[in-house]
């Protein structure tokens, strides 16, 4: 008897930027979550906040129990800044603003659910091979362990670590919080794995441990609210919040070692390349100095995007290193002339179909960053001028 076609074709795992954001969103809306838009860089109602730094940071009162969510299970791609990492910019996996996809829980499902659709989606989802993937839990939470083993993760490819590495949260001064559970992808070879009784997977080789290891998606159990004064109180309900790192995931599902080398990135390091007569992949202080210009461009126009302008106090301050940082950067490129403003346009046609205020804000985007600019130009050109 012959068999009639497949209804839909499978696609397969996610190739692109599109298609991975669109394959973790459609994943958890097939799970009953509702999907809602990013919210603005520009934190609302979050004095305690200078930037959204997480996908959660939108729902704090849903959390919190303040306020009734639309549902109880959401999910979301969410703009989030770090200004934290605004001199880690330029390396293998640090971005100052990044992608981040989410699915969360206002006191829905809890740990065994989130545990185990992290890892089918990576898995049956995404494609990536289960021996490559570790997990960390939090020190004491022989629970979501024992959820790991129980899903048949080996005991050795779990980890415990504690509160710098395993607890996450608040966003911004207080908020919730709890301990986590992460997922890391080794990126190294299967023959160097050391044996699970080996000494250097304690302290040496491992998640957290290890460059060969990439962390990728962060399952926080959000269970406490922890006030200004850094005292925990336990929720009223149990919640899930996560984030998996868009950028950082696709690097690993196109198989390349860092996430300029993404599609999220390559039409804005061309871009670069082009504006600066420089090439990607020769000389490794010229690629780093194109890997700067092209995520201050993004991250700037971003910023900008929503409302940002530079200053010399909170995010207006922010915008205005990173400004600043881009254009020294681009400065030992060769480019001395407005450059920042001139890559926005491209970041708005790579990704305004996701974030449409690149496309609307575009005009304002880019003479804010000219302005900008033109006065740091002349800032260096005058301090030149007194030291010559
Ligand atoms: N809120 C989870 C994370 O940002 O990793």
């Known amino acids: 008897m012959s068999s009639s076609p497949p209804e839909t074709t499978p696609t397969g795992p996610p190739k692109t930027a599109d298609e991975l954001r669109e394959a973790f969103l459609a994943y958890f809306e097939d799970h009953d979550h509702l999907r809602m838009p990013s919210a603005s860089l520009i934190p609302a109602a979050d004095p305690t906040l200078l930037l959204m730094n997480s996908g959660m940071a939108q729902f704090k009162p849903y959390f919190s129990g303040e306020k009734k969510p639309p549902h109880p299970r959401v999910t979301t791609s969410q703009k989030c800044f770090r200004a934290v990492d605004i001199e880690e910019g330029g390396d293998d996996t640090h971005l100052t603003m990044f992608e981040m996809l989410g699915n969360f829980s206002f006191g829905n499902y809890f740990k065994k659910e989130a545990c185990a659709w992290a890892l089918e989606l990576l898995t049956d989802g995404f494609g990536f091979d289960p021996e490559r993937l570790y997990y960390t839990v939090y020190t004491t939470d022989d629970e979501a362990a024992q959820i790991w083993l129980d899903l048949g993760i080996p005991p050795e490819r779990i980890y415990r670590f504690g509160d710098e590495d395993n607890w996450w949260g608040p966003a911004g001064n207080e908020g919730v919080c709890g301990p986590s559970s992460e997922i890391s992808y080794y990126r190294g070879s299967l023959d160097d794995v050391p044996a699970a009784d080996d000494p250097v997977r304690n302290g040496e080789w491992g998640p957290n441990y290890h460059e060969d290891f990439v962390e990728l998606y962060n399952l926080v159990f959000t269970q406490f609210y922890r006030d200004l004064d850094g005292n925990d109180t336990v929720l009223p309900a149990k919640n899930i919040d996560t984030g998996l790192g868009l950028e950082r995931t696709l690097a690993v599902l196109q198989d390349v ?64 290193r990173l400004i600043r940082r881009g254009m020294l950067f681009g400065r030992e490129l060769g480019m001395d002339t407005p450059m920042l403003s001139a890559v926005a346009r491209t970041v708005a046609d790579h990704i305004g179909h996701v974030y449409p205020e690149l496309k609307g804000n575009h005009d304002f985007i880019k003479d804010v960053l000219k302005q900008e600019e033109m006065n740091f130009s002349r800032t260096l050109e ?7």
């Open 382 to 388: 005058f301090g030149a001028s007194v030291l010559a």
């Open 257 to 320: 070692s860092n996430v300029y080398e993404t599609d999220a990135f390559r039409p804005i390091i061309a871009r670069v390349e082009q504006l600066s007569g420089k090439e990607w992949g020769g000389d490794e202080d010229a690629d780093r100095a194109i890997r700067i210009v092209a995520e201050h461009a993004r991250s700037a126009s971003f910023l900008i995007g929503d409302g940002v302008i530079p200053g010399n106090t909170g995010r207006g301050y922010v915008l205005r």
